[in-house]
């Protein structure tokens, strides 16, 4: 079973920059659909939301319009690493943040990048603290 760990979160004012890495251990993320997921934990019951999707592939990426032009989600093949560069963070931004993947799909990752239901593998979240 894939494990996934995320790391990077912290405490950053409006306006900040955080970046958060996605790692396997054991795990290639070649030809993987890799996103990164957020739930706001003042809500109760909110599901998690997907707000950046690549496709190691042929790195094809996909933002929600919440993050587009802020946020980046990138690969690092070497490092087999997944990125998220959060810039220009928002109070609205705070969240845990998790990493999911999964394998072989390009058609879903190109027409479903954010149904969290189609990601096989999850980590267990890093905490983001956006604060004015």
């Known amino acids: 079973q894939v494990q996934l760990l995320e790391t990077g979160g912290g405490s950053v004012q409006t306006g900040g920059s955080l970046k958060l890495s996605c790692v396997a251990p054991?795990?290639?993320?070649?030809?993987?659909?890799m996103a990164w997921f957020r739930r706001d934990s003042d809500v109760p019951g909110m599901s998690r939301q997907g707000?950046?999707?690549?496709?190691?592939?042929?790195?094809?990426?996909y933002y929600d319009d919440s993050v587009k032009g802020r946020f980046s989600i990138t690969y690092d093949n070497a490092k087999n690493t997944v990125y998220l560069d959060m810039n220009k963070q928002k109070v609205t931004d705070s969240a845990m943040y998790y990493c999911?993947?999964?394998?072989?799909?390009?058609?879903?990752?190109?027409?479903?990048?954010?149904?969290?239901?189609?990601?096989?593998?999850w980590g267990q979240g890093t905490l983001v603290a956006v604060s004015s």
């Open positions: 999911a993947g999964m394998k072989n799909e390009a058609g879903l990752c190109r027409n479903y990048p954010f149904r969290s239901s189609s990601y096989e593998y």
């Open positions: 054991g795990h290639t993320f070649n030809s993987n659909c």
């Open positions: 707000i950046a999707t690549i496709y190691t592939g042929d790195s094809s990426t």
